[in-house]
């Protein structure tokens, strides 16, 4: 029998294996995005495996919340190099949403520091290589 504060106690620690997925996540992109690399399909599924392989977040959550994370058989994408696009879609694979966020975080973090540099010097163009 479930006791009043199971149901709590169950999202807390989803709430904290998904912080924990998601600053894996992040250290992972943000190797690729230090070296301009797109993100691809193809880099998305890499990263989707080295988060989920992480022994350190293995360790730190049991199986079935690890099962959680995992992205179904279902959903199949593709494994190409081209640009991942997700077009209008909201409900993505929680690794993908990461790093999606890194790579968005990043190029707005170019954009602007593009924009804080004064207009006397002239702008360097630079190639945002993750298709901002």
């Known amino acids: 029998m479930q006791t009043p504060d ?3 106690l169950a999202a807390l620690r989803f709430q904290t ?4 997925l998601e600053q894996i996540v992040r250290n992972i992109a ?7 690399v797109p993100l691809t399909w193809r880099l998305l599924h890499a990263i989707e495996a080295e988060a989920l392989a992480d022994l350190g977040f293995a360790s730190r959550h049991d199986a079935i919340m690890l099962g959680l994370f995992q992205r179904p058989g279902e959903l199949a994408y593709p ?3 081209d640009p991942a696009d997700f077009g209008r ?3 993505l694979p929680a ?3 990461f790093a999606v966020a890194a790579y968005e975080r990043a190029t707005q973090s170019s954009g ?17 290589a ?3």
């Open 130 to 132: 993750w298709g901002g």
């Open 17 to 20: 294996a998904a912080r924990d």
């Open 89 to 91: 879609s909201d409900a």
């Open 79 to 81: 494994e190409t190099d």
């Open 30 to 36: 943000q190797r690729y995005i230090a070296q301009q």
């Open 6 to 8: 199971e149901p709590k």
């Open 95 to 97: 690794v993908f949403a």
């Open 112 to 128: 602007e520091a593009q924009s804080q540099i004064p207009k006397q010097r002239p702008l360097q163009r630079r190639i945002r």
